[in-house]
């Protein structure tokens, strides 16, 4: 019987994440101060996260070692498979060969442990004693619930409205771990109070609650903020998964050819593909695809430029793709994949050609899901099947030319706490947001003027 499934073992793990800042440092930009639009002074990033990842915020060291701690908590559930998906290549009758790597098996579901576990671990090494952060459909915190857990901090998440009322069993799952979950925005804090009292209907976003938990973070002496995504040290930590498919792929004679991710802030795309970049620089022909909602085009309609990472101008400015602080996307169901911008260093790959960003509507990536679900027998989260259906493009297009070719997506989470969404697709309640022009148009007058 054929083998399908490349497994590594503990000893193959790696040990080091590989930092893609090293690579392309001629394309850095500095996070700059919104004080004076100058490069900002680390020191002022204190009260909002530790040194300890400050300095791996700003590291372009190109290998950064895994602390042993961190290791054993990520043995739990690493090394993940990578699997080929036999039966969907079947149905679609493709010459090509599709491969996900399964990150869905983690404690809480998705590609999130992976960075909620070292942040979690330095942040206890610095003497915090409280995390806060924000989650959009809710799969980060849980995984920071998961983490802070693990290492005896106490956690509080500002979860997205829409999200809180879509999904309430990712509620009770981080309930489950020990973390106070709010809904955002909230009359906790001034940057909730400010937009209750000018949208009290909103269905918030992610760019509200991270300003929720921002200032939670900076009105505490004792407690820091956690972001899921977006940040140089939440790709770097990524970085584990596409290690791994590398010595999967040498494994089982897996050719990179084309490599997919979603994108909400990158982390789980960038995770998947920065091991590549090197490759890729020198010249190997590998394409790195990234795909986004439709109702939520950052890469694809946005532009490149500094912009405040949350809503309530709170964090320095970070030069990236962006639809502008203020943009609050339609309430689709792909919750981790409704945010204004897009992690500088994606940003730059993208601007240099490196990466193909595209975007999908909402409806043909839920025939995706399902398409994967009855072929594969994994109900994949709503934001992991927008990689699923260019997978399925990329294996109809090779189809069509009669190409064989290896297609390799990241699976970034299961469904099974998303079946609401299913059940509103089957019903018919679903539809596709046509790219919102005013609203951008409206939220870009607001980019600050640097
Ligand atoms: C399952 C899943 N996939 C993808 C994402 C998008 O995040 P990122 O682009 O950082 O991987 C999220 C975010 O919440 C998620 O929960």
């Not at 990842?53 to 990520?74: C, F, G, H, Y």
């Not at 043995?75 to 990150?103: C, D, Q, W």
């Not at 983690?106 to 909620?116: D, R, V």
């Not at 909400?264 to 920065?274: E, H």
Request: charged fraction near 20%.
């Amino acid at each position: 019987m054929a083998q399908d499934k490349m497994y590594l073992t503990n000893d193959d793990m790696p040990r080091q994440w590989y930092n893609v800042a090293a690579d392309i440092k001629q394309w850095l930009t500095p996070p700059l101060d919104p004080a004076n639009a100058k490069p900002m002074d680390p020191s002022k990033l204190a009260a909002i996260f530790p040194e300890n990842l400050i300095e791996q915020e700003m590291s372009v060291e190109r290998w950064i070692d895994i602390p042993e701690e961190v290791l054993e908590a990520l043995v739990v559930y690493r090394p993940s498979p990578l699997v080929r998906a036999r039966r969907l290549e079947k149905f679609l009758g493709t010459p090509a060969r599709i491969f996900y790597k399964n990150e869905s098996v983690s404690p809480a579901g998705s590609h999130k442990p992976n960075t909620a576990i070292p942040q979690a671990y330095y942040n206890k090494v610095a003497g915090v004693r409280r995390l806060t952060t924000e989650t959009g459909a809710g799969q980060w915190g849980s995984a920071l619930a998961y983490a802070t857990n693990h290492f005896g901090l106490e956690c509080t998440v500002y979860m997205v409205r829409k999200s809180f009322e879509q999904k309430p069993f990712r509620k009770s799952m981080m309930n489950m771990f020990g973390a106070e979950v709010i809904p955002s925005p909230s009359d906790k804090t001034k940057a909730g109070r400010d937009i209750l009292t000018r949208m009290p209907d909103t269905p918030g976003s992610l760019g509200i609650a991270i300003s929720e938990a921002v200032e939670d973070a900076i009105a505490h002496d004792d407690a820091r903020y956690s972001l899921g995504s977006v940040l140089n040290h939440v790709l770097l930590h990524q970085t584990v998964t596409g290690l791994e498919v590398k010595k999967q792929m040498a494994l089982g004679g897996v050719k990179p050819d084309v490599l997919i991710g979603c994108c909400g802030g990158g982390s789980n795309f960038a995770g998947l593909v920065f091991p590549f970049v090197p490759d890729r620089l020198e010249g190997k022909k590998i394409r790195m695809v990234a795909v986004e909602p439709s109702a939520c085009p950052t890469m694809t309609k946005g532009v490149f430029a500094y912009d405040f990472g949350d809503t309530g101008k709170l964090t320095p400015l970070l030069k990236m793709y962006t639809l502008g602080h203020d943009f609050i996307p339609p309430g689709i169901h792909a919750g981790g994949l409704r945010y204004h911008g897009m992690a500088p260093l994606v940003s730059i790959l993208i601007d240099q050609g490196l990466v193909e960003p595209v975007n999908r509507h909402q409806l043909a990536c839920f025939e995706a899901a399902i398409m994967f679900a009855k072929t594969e027998g994994i109900i994949p989260a709503p934001e992991s099947s927008h990689a699923i259906r260019v997978a399925i493009d990329e294996a109809l297009r090779a189809k069509e030319e009669g190409q064989a070719k290896d297609i390799t997506f990241l699976l970034s989470g299961h469904g099974h706490l998303d079946l609401t969404a299913y059940d509103d697709y089957f019903a018919g309640k679903l539809h596709d947001y046509e790219y919102p022009e005013e609203a951008i148009a409206t939220s870009m007058k607001g980019l600050p003027k640097v």
